[in-house]
């Protein structure tokens, strides 16, 4: 440990905890989560096999001419037809010259595509894999033609060929031309830009000089407020991230990155705090700003940016949430360590305070999960997830029934023994690089990106290949739904004997968080993190390794409006398919005596009710019958101790 460092520890433990406790908490920060009230409900229904609300919505954005929404929307269920399919090819069956279906057909084997080339560097990627990857793109050809001559108003093909253009190596005179077809639509539309920029970049067909001047015109041009001043931050990341390590006397000077970001907090300035539409540069200018350490202004931007982490940029440097997470924790103990011993960290501005609400709590913070696996299960998943846990059957002393049992139905679920879908995400697959963690922090110099990607090659344009496209194609198999079993797990933190400097500095809170991430991770089953502090009562539902949906009720916030509400109670109803959404929404959308919500939640949902004991008390499950303590282990030992658990 450096002088330095030392030196700065102190400050760190006395006001590490008070920086950024204004922050929200780690179970409710979400990736590239659904905000659009319509679209969730297309994705939702997708997932189901019905396509009529995804017509609906791409039908509004296009008579509406809402073209950064119809992009967005394209984009998000394009990726549902890649993980649910069946119903986007029933819907383009039953009408093929339908201008959205076709539009949503040639987003999709463009998805395709990348997705099996992936992002790994192309001496990763297999000679098969590169010959499929170009067979995909040329068989997109046809649909994307046709996708321009349905709707000739619409930008969103041309984006959609920009992409397929740098995929498959279309020379500079094709990219000019759908370039020109882009902009001629929609001349400020971000979503064009942004793939232009990529074809630009030096990994692919430009260079770095090239990629800069192309944003920086574009930003010059844009009207204040408008996302295409973020272009110049975008180029930024590509260069310090993406790219080798840049050399300091390279073509970009520090001077023009300094100004893409104060361009940047420019535009930030211009939305509010939690604003999802300012989340995607948001979280690249936090990057930007760590890599310049400035602690305090990355971690305002932190604050701006609330829950809505996106996959990029840090998706560059490995899983996207973790990352996320856990620069937000470095930049904290950063500015607590370059404050004062004697002083006050930096505060932000103060909301109103609320109305005093009388509890018969502690004020402690306590969390609980409720997994949809049998004890036994969730042990052996939870071994390598670094965090000692109590889990315990459930339910003991109730005969609730579990999660599948058709006779708790309501009548509004899904069939007994049909599988519940996930609600979609937006974004479009790919495989992290490598690069920094947030280790980096402790160092002076700048952290290295990934290295740069190389490309393979492949024929083809659009508007040439193979015989005139129809609709249909090889369906991809069905991503497995949650199967809860018959028998379900209380888990919750116990105490660590020998905690280490993250499992002692980390709440329980964010310590029960990591470990269900890290349980439900690959594997089948749901799990309803229960939350209760102060008067507030709140879940999060977890699948995958992934937050799907959350909600808090406290008395003196506003009442969950509708569409939201009815978006949550999707999630849980897919989820726990015997519980249908119409008395979850009733439920959500009231914050009056949250207790006795959140248990009502448990009963509609056929869950076992809550402990006794539970957010008044620790350790609730210590004396639970069957209960077993799951202690932290290292990585390596994680692992033998599962490879034995599973010997026969």
Not at 273 to 295: C, K, S, T, V, Y
Request: glycine residues 10%; aromatic residues 6%; contains cysteine.
């Amino acid at each position: 440990m450096s002088l330095r460092s030392l030196m700065s520890m102190p400050r760190m433990l006395r006001h590490g905890s008070a920086v950024g406790a204004d922050l929200p908490p780690d179970e409710a920060v979400t990736v590239d989560a659904v905000t659009d009230p319509a679209l969730c409900d297309a994705l939702t229904a997708a997932a189901l096999g019905d396509a009529a609300p995804a017509r609906e919505l791409l039908a509004e954005t296009r008579l509406g001419a809402q073209w950064e929404r119809r992009s967005s929307c394209v984009s998000a269920l394009a990726t549902s037809a890649l993980r649910h399919p069946g119903w986007l090819e029933n819907w383009l069956d039953a009408s093929p010259d339908d201008p959205d279906a076709t539009l949503l057909t040639a987003g999709l084997r463009v998805q395709r595509a990348w997705e099996v080339r992936t992002g790994e560097d192309a001496g990763e990627i297999s000679d098969e894999q590169f010959r499929v990857f170009f067979s995909l793109l040329e068989e997109a050809v046809p649909v994307l033609s046709a996708a321009t001559e349905l709707n000739p108003t619409d930008p969103v093909p041309w984006e959609i060929a920009l992409t397929h253009a740098r995929g498959i190596q279309s020379p500079r005179d094709v990219f000019e031309s759908y370039w020109s077809e882009a902009v001629a639509r929609a001349p400020h539309h971000f979503g064009c830009h942004a793939s232009a920029l990529q074809y630009l970049c030096e990994k692919w067909y430009g260079s770095h000089t090239e990629m800069f001047d192309f944003a920086e015109r574009a930003a010059d041009r844009a009207l204040p407020g408008s996302l295409l001043n973020a272009l110049p931050l975008l180029a930024a990341i590509e260069y310090e991230v993406v790219s080798p390590d840049p050399p300091e006397t390279g073509p970009i000077t520090r001077g023009r990155l300094a100004s893409a970001v104060a361009r940047a907090l420019e535009l930030s300035s211009w939305y509010e705090p939690g604003d999802p539409e300012a989340a995607e540069f948001r979280n690249h200018l936090a990057l930007m700003l760590i890599f310049d350490q400035r602690w305090e202004d990355a971690l305002e931007m932190f604050r701006a940016i609330g829950v809505h982490a996106r996959e990029f940029p840090w998706a560059y440097l490995g899983e996207s949430r973790k990352e996320f997470l856990e620069f937000r924790l470095g930049v904290r103990m950063q500015v607590a360590s370059s404050t004062p011993f004697f002083g006050r960290p930096p505060q932000p501005t103060p909301p109103p305070e609320p109305e005093q609400v009388v509890t018969d709590s502690d004020g402690v913070h306590r969390s609980l999960a409720i997994v949809a696996a049998a004890p036994d299960r969730v042990a052996e998943a939870a071994l390598m997830c670094g965090v000692s846990l109590r889990i315990a059957p459930a339910p003991w002393g109730a005969g609730q029934g579990s999660p599948g049992t058709p006779e708790r139905g309501t009548g509004e679920g899904q069939p007994a023994g049909q599988p519940g879908g996930q609600p979609g995400t937006p974004g479009t697959a790919g495989t992290p690089g490598t690069g920094p963690g947030p280790a980096a922090f402790w160092s002076d110099s700048e952290p290295p990106g990934p290295g740069p990607l190389l490309w393979g090659a492949g024929p083809g344009i659009p508007g040439t290949g193979p015989a005139a496209w129809k609709a249909g194609g090889p369906p991809l198999p069905a991503s497995p739904s949650p199967s809860p079993g018959a028998r379900l797990s209380y888990v919750e933190v116990a105490p660590d004997l020998f905690p280490n400097r993250r499992t002692g500095a980390a709440t329980g809170e964010e310590l029960l968080t990591t470990a269900v991430v890290g349980f439900t991770t690959g594997e089948p089953w749901p799990a309803l993190v229960l939350h209760h502090t102060a008067g507030r009562h709140g879940f999060a539902l977890f699948g995958e390794g992934t937050v799907l949906a959350s909600h808090q009720w406290d008395p003196a916030a506003p009442v969950l409006d509708h569409p939201q509400a009815a978006a949550v109670a999707r999630a849980l109803a897919s989820a726990f398919p015997p519980a249908g959404p119409r008395p979850l929404i009733t439920l959500l959308r009231g914050g009056d005596d949250p207790a006795r919500r959140q248990r009502q939640l448990l009963a509609a949902l056929g869950l076992p009710p809550l402990p006794d004991g539970f957010g008044e008390r620790d350790d609730i499950l210590k004396d639970a019958p069957g209960a077993q303590l799951v202690l932290r282990r290292g990585v390596l030992k994680g692992i033998r101790d599962s490879m034995r658990r599973r010997r026969p």
